[in-house]
């Protein structure tokens, strides 16, 4: 639902809307190549021992997650290049859109696609006859996951205008720790049956995540004041500009 | 049941196979802006009007009142300036695609989950003769290649038959010939599909509701697809007779023979309309050559009319040359919303990956198609829609079917998220 409401933020005519297509088009490549890999170390590996697939499994996951960022960097230069290009064509105007944007936008695409995947089979599961934690899982594996979802897509927009900053302004202990917490999203659920160590932690990360990508996007609390009591401007003017 | 195919699908075979290629609007009008001295300055204060301001086109004002040395410097601006235009209308062209090919698909894919009929095995087709109920693999393989080359051979006979009447100017053979091949996709399996439809849902409805809706829908897609109507009308019928062509493509192909099958298509797509001999490419040229349309029944044009005033220079026809620069789009042939349509309705119906598949498949092929849309503008002459997109598509199947379901399925067995 939240993702309907921020996919709304994006009108279908502008240019963004072709980047966010692109941007869940790496996340699936990156999803791809890892899967590869975990599927070649499960063939090596022996597949009977439980403890033997529990540790490929987190080898999958932390290669998984390493990966996803490599591909958000890669997206990043891409979209450097791209932009250069229609700098020197457009010699007269400014880029069209701008990198804020462009990292929302990234960060969207990661996050519908991460969230989509992760979500729809558990959802067209959740039709079907059946009943939920019937050989003794949780019963609130469907809240759980939608939470969590829910969770994974806030933290990838804010990842990724962090990330983007970052890679503008060279700050790379702020990329080291846009890594590291997505580690540690990853890592938190792990604990998944005892949902308060793994849902808790990845909201309190995800405030966090959220309040420091609106201090690097250029918010602060004066403008969140204005905005809130529609006495800002720069906002009311631009939404009277002729499209 | 195979002959009444056999007849019907004579034409839609032909008819749906002819279409799989993309074309801008763009190219005739921008040879229109190098001849004329007065046009490009007309044209440019029209078209621009959405994005430039009046400041930009008065120095081509001033310039188009001096002499000679002003025009090559109006061509270079006119030049520079239609290439910034071609990317940014680009971006535009591919949402205008976007929206049609993910109806088509959206079409497909819930009609196969929910309608049982489309995915039950109820004979082939009589392109298709050799069975793949065979235990060996290889059997089956060589079965699935054979189905391919016959299908394939099929296409290419009516596709060059359909060129050549064309050159020939047999126009009243090959409208009797569409507009038999659109009667068979309106009525007879419109009627089908909502035969089945109403199966599904366990809905009763009488003969004479049935007649007054399918005659209703029949008639006023007929006119629309091959006369006049609006634009928007006329869209969703070409998305809908797409749909049901691909819905058919679906249930009769045998699986293997349909991968082979769409992926000897993009290969003969490419060829045909790449190669200075391709059928397609001929099929193109001769149209641009006389000015013409291509069948509307064939093709799926985001924009309206571009018939309007091609290349004359006059006074009158020039604001009608900028309509077609204005509402020029881009068009897609029907063939390839049909085998994108196929591609996606396959992965939908065989996947033991559900839907993660099904979204891998879709998101590939949108993104072939922008590719392919990049090119356009890079290129501006017509361009085969399938390789890239089936390309990306097959491959994205088949690797997220056996690599990334399982590890899918584990991480979502486990509650881990990545």
């Known amino acids: 639902m939240v993702v309907c409401m921020l996919g709304c933020l994006l009108s279908p005519a502008s240019p963004s809307f072709f980047f966010l297509n692109s941007r869940g088009f790496f996340w699936l490549v990156s999803l791809l190549l890892s899967s590869l890999v975990w599927f070649i170390a499960v063939q090596i590996g022996g597949s009977n021992n439980a403890s033997v697939k529990k540790n490929l499994l987190i080898f999958g996951v932390v290669f998984s997650v390493l990966l996803q960022e490599v591909f958000r960097f890669a997206y990043y230069k891409l979209l450097k290049k791209a932009n250069k290009g229609l700098m020197t064509i457009s010699q007269e105007e400014t880029i069209p859109i701008s990198v804020r944007q462009l990292s929302y936008v990234s960060g969207l695409g990661f996050g519908i696609m991460s969230g989509v995947f992760s979500l729809v089979n558990i959802l067209t599961d959740s039709l079907g006859p059946g009943t939920v934690g019937i050989y003794g899982d949780s019963p609130q594996y469907f809240l759980s996951s939608a939470f969590m979802t829910l969770a994974i897509v806030l933290l990838h927009i804010f990842w990724g205008i962090v990330f983007f900053d970052a890679c503008e302004k060279k700050k790379w202990w702020a990329l080291a720790l846009v890594i590291l917490s997505h580690l540690l999203v990853s890592g938190l659920t792990f604990l998944n049956p005892q949902y308060e160590g793994s849902l808790v932690p990845s909201y309190i990360i995800m405030m966090l995540m959220g309040t420091w990508a609106f201090f690097t996007a250029g918010g602060s609390l004066r403008n969140l004041k204005l905005c809130l009591m529609c006495r800002d401007k720069d906002f009311l003017l631009a939404n009277q500009r002729p499209r | ?418």
């Open chain 2, 1 to 418: 049941m195979m002959i009444t195919f056999m007849n019907s699908s004579d034409s839609e075979e032909e008819a749906c196979n002819e279409r799989t290629s993309l074309i801008s609007v763009e190219s005739p009008p921008a040879a229109s802006y190098q001849d004329g001295l007065q046009a490009p300055e007309a044209a440019e204060t029209q078209t621009y009007r959405k994005r430039r301001t009046g400041g930009s086109c008065s120095p081509s004002d001033a310039d188009g009142s001096n002499s000679d040395s002003g025009i090559p410097v109006r061509d270079i601006a006119v030049d520079n300036k239609e290439e910034e235009l071609t990317l940014k209308y680009g971006a535009k062209h591919v949402i205008m695609l976007f929206v049609p090919v993910t109806l088509c698909m959206i079409v497909v894919v819930a009609t196969i989950k929910s309608v049982r009929f489309y995915t039950e095995k109820n004979g082939q087709l009589i392109y298709t003769p050799f069975s793949e109920d065979t235990p060996s693999v290889g059997q089956r393989l060589l079965n699935s290649v054979l189905n391919t080359i016959i299908m394939i051979s099929v296409i290419i006979v009516m596709t060059v038959f359909l060129v050549v009447l064309y050159k020939y100017r047999c126009y009243k053979f090959i409208h009797g010939w569409l507009i038999l091949s659109s009667l068979m996709l309106l009525f007879l399996f419109t009627y089908i599909y909502l035969g089945e439809v109403l199966k599904t849902y366990n809905v009763a409805m009488d003969y004479l509701t049935l007649f007054f809706v399918i005659w209703n829908f029949g008639a006023v897609g007929m006119i629309c697809i091959h006369w006049k109507g609006p634009l928007h009308l006329q869209q969703a019928y070409l998305i809908m007779i797409s749909a049901l062509m691909a819905l058919v493509f679906i249930k009769y192909l045998p699986e293997w023979s349909a991968w082979v099958i769409l992926g000897a298509i993009s290969i003969y797509d490419l060829i045909a309309v790449l190669c200075p001999r391709g059928p397609l490419r001929m099929l193109v040229e001769t149209a641009q050559e006389r000015n013409e349309p291509i069948f509307p029944a064939l093709i799926y044009s985001s924009a309206m009319v571009w018939t309007v005033g091609m290349a004359k220079q006059d006074a009158a026809s020039r604001v009608l040359t900028q309509q077609t620069w204005d509402s020029g789009g881009v068009k897609l042939g029907l063939g390839d919303f049909i085998f994108y349509s196929v591609l996606v309705g396959k992965a939908a119906a065989t996947a033991s990956g559900d839907w993660n598949t099904t979204l891998a498949c879709f998101v590939a092929i949108l993104i072939g198609l922008c590719l392919t849309l990049l090119l356009l503008a890079v290129f501006k002459k017509a361009l085969p829609a399938l390789p890239i997109s089936i390309t990306f598509g097959l491959v994205f199947y088949f690797s997220t079917d056996n690599l990334v379901r399982p590890f899918m399925d584990t991480l979502a067995s486990h509650q881990l998220y990545i």
